[in-house]
């Protein structure tokens, strides 16, 4: 019981994806699908900032004092999944931007009736 | 200046592709956009002469020693990847400026150029990085770019297709960096090598299980492994027939590199197919991508739809040589890689002379396409020989691999079933050929030859499908090499 309770970083990790997955999925609004996607992205920040993390650690600077700190190498990986997070979403976004003014809508499901058989 | 070559190999195009914003002018964004990717192609090439001769290159970048700094670590297996991805590059991209693409984007050109500059160097990058997390960054800097590449189809489609691409091919990469996060949860490091050293010591614990899962799941998202292929064949039938040759040629062969990569080095042969059962899950999709898809491709109206799925079919057999887990079924895998991204690139950019005349790519507006455009129905009919597999082609090289290494490991069911899927692909090329060739033309269809600025290119690459159909010292040659590498002290 205390594992289950002390690991809830974890919890909170699995939660985070499987709601993003599921909006992702299951949403048929293009604009719902990619805050879906960030969500299940951000558990993937959250899972790696979690790994990194001694008890009792401090920031890793180097100072009188300062003996256990955590590891810094997954927040420097994350600051660089963060940014390809960022471009993808900025991607996205425009994506739809282009879609809406293509079909006047972004929904999946209006946007698959407006075409014909394939070219 | 050699001492470089490996960090060159991912900087010249990396630095061209801003560069190109910069000029503006399409004509001259295209001169820097073709000589650095020409640029690229001179060095893979002299890297895999490198490593013929004098074995694996490690190179430490800025000069920190790995496993701390980021290694790329070049073998005869990624040599040829390089090869690959910069040659096909290096004969599409002279397609371009006189492709129908051009016309469409007028003097935003420049920002085509860059988008495909990125994508090569992001291709590049997964296939000479030696870093797990290095390769997720490259795999999102391709994905991201060929999502641009795709969205500027000439159908408002191509812009669904390009969000739909975005979508999957970012789960895939999320999958794959979760893998890469508990596998350095487990072991500590990034470094693939390191990994590989240090995975037995964890005594392959539920965690490097998870991990495993998550990486292949992702890779195979990647490579669009049936029965995840889904995204493939709206991409590539929307996407700009240039881009289709490029993607179809080079974006699956790095997601299957990834795949061999991940299974057989950094896993290592005895886990992956050992202490996991992975080689018969893989066995079956692969023959189910072989039938389902081939069987699809019979049945689409659209001859780029048609080649779309066949890719699927084809990635099927490039698992399947590997799922053998023995040299020669590695090595059968490989070349086939090589000679996929030969038949596939010469299919498409055929496709893009045609699109060149008409916008329409259904077969019945093929007819007669034999008489209004002989030298590019000529070079798909070739095309389409390659992929099914007669002899004197490239196409035939693969099967033959496949079949022979099949019958090594006692399978000879599969050798059979090989066999049997070929014969698909006889019935969806054949349905081109007979509406090209054996069918009048509609009076006012378009007719006239594409011209030779897209004929050269789509020739070039059938000379290089008959080439390395006769002669074949080069691809197996360094496929074997790569094999005997990769199953190490293994069977």
């Known amino acids: ?119 | 200046m050699t001492a470089h070559l490996p960090a060159l190999q991912v900087v010249l195009t990396l630095l061209a592709a801003p560069a190109c914003i910069l000029v503006r002018g399409r004509d001259l964004a295209f001169l820097l956009a073709l000589s650095t990717t020409w640029a690229a192609f001179a060095v893979s090439c002299l890297l895999l002469d490198q490593v013929l001769t004098t074995g694996t290159i490690s190179y430490e970048l800025g000069g920190w020693a790995a496993p701390f700094g980021i290694e790329y670590r070049v073998d005869a297996l990624n040599a040829f990847v390089l090869l690959i991805v910069s040659g096909i590059g290096a004969v599409v991209l002279p397609f371009t400026p006189r492709s129908l693409l051009i016309e469409m984007v007028g003097e935003k050109a420049y920002l085509f150029y860059c988008a495909f500059l990125l994508c090569l160097t992001g291709l590049l990058g997964v296939a000479i990085t030696g870093d797990a997390f290095n390769l997720f960054v490259f795999l999102e800097i391709s994905s991201l770019a060929s999502c641009i590449l795709i969205s500027l189809g000439p159908h408002r489609r191509a812009l669904t297709a390009a969000f739909q691409y975005l979508v999957v091919g970012t789960i895939g990469a999320t999958f794959i960096v979760i893998g890469i996060g508990l596998i350095y949860g487990a072991t500590g490091t990034l470094n693939m090598n390191d990994i590989a050293e240090r995975l037995p010591a964890t005594g392959y614990n539920r965690t490097v299980i998870a991990a495993f899962a998550f990486l292949i799941v992702g890779a195979a998202i990647k490579l669009a492994l049936f029965p995840l292929h889904f995204w493939l064949p709206k991409a590539y039938t929307y996407a700009p027939s240039t881009v289709s040759a490029f993607l179809a040629a080079t974006a699956t062969k790095v997601g299957v590199y990834v795949l061999i990569r991940f299974l057989f080095t950094v896993f290592g042969v005895e886990f992956s197919f050992e202490v996991l059962p992975t080689a018969l899950p893989l066995m079956v999709l692969a023959v189910l991508a072989m039938f389902v898809a081939s069987t699809i491709a019979i049945f689409q109206d659209s001859v780029k739809r048609m080649l779309a799925y066949s890719s699927v079919a084809q990635i099927g057999y490039m698992v399947l040589g590997l799922s053998l887990v023995t040299v020669d079924g590695l090595t059968a895998s490989v070349v086939h890689l090589f000679n996929h991204a030969l038949m596939k690139g010469a299919l498409f950019l055929a496709i893009g002379c045609i699109a060149y005349r008409q916008a329409s790519f259904r077969i019945e507006d093929f007819a007669g396409m034999g008489r209004r455009m002989p030298w590019t129905m000529a070079a798909f009919t070739a095309g389409g020989l390659s992929l099914i597999g007669i002899p004197l082609t490239a196409g035939f090289i693969s099967k033959w691999y496949l079949i022979l290494a099949a019958l090594a490991a006692d399978e000879p069911l599969i050798a059979a079933l090989i066999v049997i899927s070929s014969l698909l692909a006889v019935i969806y090329i054949w349905r081109v050929v007979e509406a090209a060739y054996f069918r009048e033309p509609p009076p006012g269809a378009p007719t006239g030859e594409a011209p030779a600025a897209l004929l050269v290119p789509t020739w070039l690459l059938i000379a290089l499908n008959v080439y390395f159909g006769i002669e074949t010292s080069l691809p197996v040659g360094v496929a074997e090499h790569a094999a005997r590498a990769l199953m190490g002290a293994g069977p």
């Not at chain 1, 698959?112 to 058989?117: A, E, F, L, S």
């Open chain 1, 1 to 119: 019981m205390v594992d289950f309770v002390g690991l809830y970083n974890y919890w909170i990790v699995v939660f985070l994806m499987m709601a993003g997955l599921y909006v992702v999925i299951e949403h048929g609004n293009l604009v719902k699908k990619m805050v879906g996607l960030t969500v299940f992205q951000a558990a993937v920040f959250v899972l790696y900032i979690t790994l990194g993390k001694v008890r009792d650690g401090t920031a890793p600077i180097v100072a009188e004092g300062i003996e256990i700190y955590s590891n810094p190498l997954p927040h420097v990986l994350i600051l660089t999944a963060i940014v390809v997070g960022v471009a993808t979403l900025a991607l996205g976004l425009a994506l739809v931007v282009r879609i809406r003014e293509a079909y006047g809508t972004i929904e999946e499901d209006e946007i698959g009736d407006q075409d014909g058989p394939a070219i």
